[in-house]
């Protein structure tokens, strides 16, 4: 791409690397990114701006991001960092799901631990919490998070995202789970994807406390 080809690319990304590198300390802060764990992207057009692989998120700049081909992932001739490791995922979202224009990949602890309980299911239901609503979904009476399994080789979780994600089976649920890895949302923007992580986070952690008082209560019996 030449630089007169780049230059509205350019003007579209550069405000919102630093909106990222606040997202991703945000996200530290609250022990949601530890170390370099985590990735942040939002989409320009035919390009994903994303977090930079290995950047400590406590301490991100906007320096600590890459610009790369929504077709191919590859960065821009002029970018310095390489970008996430787990940018096929982020792009896999962007190419499924129509009007995504922010993804937010976190390592919650409490919705890592929930996809570690449900990999054997492949998803992990919510019913009945009122605060599923933040999600967005047509009915939130019953919710259900798809869980993947954790493959080393990141580019076969993409695949298997966007074979869930392409069958056109109805509105899916903006969010997904890894197992023994970490969460990932979406929304039309990154005030959206990460209020839905937050609230993705809120139901495991109510989801295990449920479980915990069920337990409880059937100890006193």
Same mark, same amino acid.
């Given at each position: ?15 919102? =690397? ?6 991703? =300390?945000?996200?530290?802060? +609250? !022990?949601?990114? /530890? ?18 692989? #290995? ?19 590859? /960065? ?11 940018? %096929? ?9 129509? !009007? ?33 609503? !933040?999600? #967005?979904?047509?009915?939130? %009476?019953?919710? %259900? ?8 080789d990141v580019p076969r979780i ?21 197992? +023994?890895? #970490? ?14 992580? *937050? ?15 069920? *337990? ?6």
């Open positions: 791409m030449n630089q007169t080809a780049e230059a509205p690319l350019r003007a579209g990304v550069e405000p919102e =690397r630093g909106h990222i590198a606040a997202v991703c =300390r945000d996200l530290f802060r +609250r !022990g949601w990114m /530890p170390g370099t764990a985590g990735n942040v992207s939002v989409r320009a057009g035919n390009h994903v701006l994303i977090s930079a692989s #290995g950047r400590a998120k406590g301490t991100m700049s906007r320096t600590d991001t890459v610009a790369v081909s929504l077709a191919d992932g590859a /960065p821009l001739a002029d970018e310095q960092a390489r970008p996430s490791a787990e940018t %096929s995922i982020h792009l896999a979202v962007y190419r499924t799901v129509p !009007g995504a224009g922010a993804v937010v990949h976190t390592h919650a602890p409490y919705a890592t631990t929930v996809a570690s309980h449900g990999h054997a299911a492949g998803r992990v239901d919510f019913i009945d919490w009122e605060l599923a609503k !933040g999600l #967005g979904v047509p009915d939130a %009476s019953h919710v %259900s998070v798809p869980v993947f399994a954790n493959w080393a993409a695949r298997d995202v966007v074979a869930h994600l392409g069958t056109g089976a109805g509105p899916a649920v903006p969010a997904l789970l890894i197992s +023994r890895h #970490g969460v990932t949302t979406w929304g039309r923007d990154l005030t959206e994807a990460t209020n839905r992580m *937050e609230c993705v986070e809120m139901l495991c952690r109510l989801l295990l406390l449920a479980g915990n008082a069920t *337990e409880q209560s059937e100890d006193i019996r």
